[in-house]
T-cell receptor, first 112, second 113 residues
Framework: DTEVTQTPKHLVMGMTNKKSLKCEQH?????MYWYKQKAKKPPELMFVYSYEKLSINESVPSRFSPECPNSSLLNLHLHALQPEDSALYLC???????????FGSGTRLTVV | AQSVSQHNHHVILSEAASLELGCNYSYGGTVNLFWYVQYPGQHLQLLLK??????LVKGIKGFEAEFIKSKFSFNLRKPSVQWSDTAEYFCAVMKNTGNQFYFGTGTSLTVIP
């Protein structure tokens, strides 16, 4: 298995909703990441998990809450989002510096 | 400030034209270099990568890139583009220590049939 699987692919949520994005990989990668990408812009790093521990939080608002239940799973819990949070949310994983990231196909989130 | 620069923001070419997209970085020390492509509505896919050895690396779909250490550059090339190469192209740098990517701002390539 050489993929990073993200669900759901599309999500529309209201500003008062609570939802979660899920990410799964079975490549044995011990680093996992959440990125946010706006149209025609580079991905912006949100969170880095290394060996299931949060190692980087790029000053992301608390309405985004990451969770790493085990070495294969990464969740992003969403609560009270704003319309400007609408974006493509990408999960990635990596084994080491030489191989770069494997990206998931993303969840396209629309906040209404 | 340390950064990854892609000076070509939008490139328009006719089919069969040659392509070169610039990428410069400003990090010291040993780095690993990558080019990713994102086709319309799709996720990021790895085109090619360099971490050591021959500075001219070949990737998928006929793309290649050359690492010039003295110029801190890793430019992407393709001798003859196709309409299907229309996409966003991102250069990325990963330091040899740590596991964080630094992305360039991206180049939007449009190939006209």
């Amino acid at each position: 298995d050489t993929e990073v699987t993200q669900t759901p692919k599309h999500l529309v949520m209201g500003m008062t909703n609570k939802k979660s994005l899920k990410c799964e990989q079975h490549m044995g990668h011990r680093a996992m990441y959440w990125y946010k990408q706006k149209a025609k812009k580079p991905p912006e790093l949100m969170f880095v998990y290394s060996y299931e521990k949060l190692s980087i939080n790029e000053s992301v608002p608390s309405r985004f809450s990451p969770e790493c239940p085990n070495s294969s799973l990464l969740n992003l819990h969403l609560h009270a989002l704003q319309p400007e949070d609408s974006a493509l949310y990408l999960c990635a994983s990596s084994a080491d510096q030489k191989h770069g990231y494997t990206f998931g196909s993303g969840t396209r989130l629309t906040v209404v | 400030a340390q950064s990854v620069s892609q000076h070509n923001h939008h490139v328009i070419l006719s089919e069969a034209a040659s392509l070169e997209l610039g990428c410069n970085y400003s990090y010291g020390g040993t780095v690993n270099l990558f080019w990713y492509v994102q086709y319309p509505g799709q996720h990021l896919q790895l085109l090619l990568k360099y971490f050591s050895g021959d500075p001219l690396v070949k990737g998928i779909k006929g793309f290649e890139a050359e690492f010039i250490k003295s110029k801190f550059s890793f430019n992407l090339r393709k001798p003859s583009v196709q309409w299907s190469d229309t996409a966003e192209y991102f250069c990325a740098v990963m330091k040899n220590t740590g596991n964080q990517f630094y992305f360039g701002t991206g180049t939007s390539l449009t190939v006209i049939p």
